[in-house]
């Protein structure tokens, strides 16, 4: 029988792939590994996912547990690829460190447009490949074009079904279906991992918070993500919650803490942040927050989807003008909380938790931007873009676009093909500076 080999970066895909397991997504194998790969910037003090508390509630269901950092040590797993003529070689020391022998390879992987998974399905030459995605990057395009030597060899993208009803768009260049892990499997998996939290506050029904250290992406810089948190805050406290818990990113400095701390004791609100990295699914289930509150975090649509809570989002418009450049692997992502999630301000939605889309008008702006994020990959997408752009397009969805896109890609709304010229040309701008010194002098 094939061997077959789990890639995972995060706990939180280490579970979505128990609970594919479970519910028999994978056919039956002579073997399977987990292969652990440590992505931090500096693995080497960076704890891995089989270090973390509940892994070994997940362990149980891979007969081995291997890490690719030390396997590929000293290169790290997100920086190296194998060159092209070393993929022989790279296969046989891997079938040897890995005690694979001759035996036929699956492969399950994270993102495989990018290092280690596009590195591993290389270096397979031949195996089956299945996608598993952990987040709402699967709603987006694929990020980078893939070789057709890899992408024909995807069997299916596995998803959790975070908006019901919303087809995934990543791999659909090679007409690869979505296949959803079933909600109470992926709930039932996550639910053996609440009682690991024994070193949690017990507050009930709190707002909670989630932060995302956003400046470490350069998409905010540090104070404009203090600044997001306090609105988080203040948001929560104005709609009468006055027991907060905040869920600090592992990777964020203590200083985004100290000004929330500030804030809540000016507010009079009980704050507590959260020292201990869990999954913020484990604080639903042990917490069952009140109010959860993020700005583009998928725990987001895993609290509204899977668990029935209510949540609002913060700082998504100032979002979506910052993400650069426009085919940003972020856009599809805050794009869906964007749309479908009430905004912390507004009290009516929030209380009321009233969607901004419905699903069918959602998938066609997604696909719209899809399309505008990646025409060369997705080029099929044309018509149906145009058509949204032409009948939608106005001040609320402009936000979902940038005019200078629209243009270069001649798609509605933007500036004419017959003025497109006039920003670059240098003869009409000094024209126009020259006519608003005249327009100064009758002035004065």
Not at 362 to 375: E, H, S, Y
């Amino acid at each position: 029988m094939s061997t077959q080999i789990f890639q995972a970066s995060t706990l939180y895909g280490t579970a979505t792939l128990a609970a594919a397991l479970d519910s028999g997504c994978f056919r039956p194998a002579g073997r399977r590994i987990l292969l652990v790969c440590n992505n931090a910037a500096t693995p080497e003090t960076t704890p891995g996912l089989d270090e973390m508390p509940g892994f070994e509630k997940l362990r149980d269901r891979f007969d081995d547990v291997i890490s690719y950092n030390e396997t590929i040590f000293p290169f790290h797993p997100g920086g190296w690829a194998p060159r092209v003529d070393d993929l022989p070689l790279w296969e046989r020391f891997l079938r040897h460190e890995w005690q694979l022998g001759d035996e036929d390879v699956e492969l399950a992987v994270e993102s495989i447009q990018v290092n280690p998974s596009l590195a591993l399905a290389q270096i397979f030459t031949g195996a089956p490949v299945t996608v598993y995605a952990d987040g709402l990057m699967s709603y987006g395009p694929t990020r980078n074009k893939i070789d057709p030597l890899v992408g024909t060899r995807v069997d299916r993208v596995l998803h959790l079904d975070l908006v019901p009803g919303l087809e995934p768009l990543l791999l659909t260049e090679f007409a690869v279906p979505g296949e959803i892990v079933p909600t109470p499997a992926f709930t039932k998996v996550l639910a053996e991992l609440a009682p690991l939290g024994d070193g949690l506050p017990a507050v009930e029904e709190p707002a909670l918070l989630l932060g995302q250290y956003l400046s470490a992406l350069e998409i905010l810089t540090p104070e404009q993500e203090e600044a997001l948190h306090v609105r988080m805050l203040k948001g929560a406290v104005a709609l009468g919650h006055t027991r907060v818990v905040f869920k600090p990113h592992p990777s964020a400095p203590a200083r985004f803490t100290r000004s929330l701390e500030q804030e809540a004791e000016r507010l009079g609100a009980e704050l507590t942040v959260l020292d201990t990295p869990v999954l913020a699914e484990v604080l639903y289930q042990r917490m069952r927050p009140a109010l959860v509150v993020g700005c583009f975090s998928t725990a987001l649509l895993t609290a509204s989807a899977l668990y029935g809570l209510p949540v609002a989002r913060v700082g998504t418009e100032l979002l979506l003008e910052r993400l650069t450049p426009y085919e940003n692997s972020n856009r599809v992502p805050v794009t869906l909380v964007d749309a479908l999630l009430p905004e912390l301000g507004d009290r009516a939605a929030v209380t009321a938790q009233r969607p901004g889309m419905d699903v069918a008008a959602l998938g066609a702006l997604v696909r719209a931007v899809g399309f505008a994020m990646q025409p060369k990959i997705l080029p099929g997408l044309r018509p149906e873009a145009e058509g949204w752009l032409a009948g939608n397009l106005d001040q609320r969805t402009l936000r979902y676009f940038k005019r200078k896109r629209l243009t270069s890609l001649a798609l509605p709304g933007g500036v004419p093909a017959q003025l497109a010229f006039i920003p670059r040309n240098a003869t009409v701008r000094r024209m126009a500076r020259k006519a608003r010194g005249l327009r100064r002098s009758v002035r004065r």
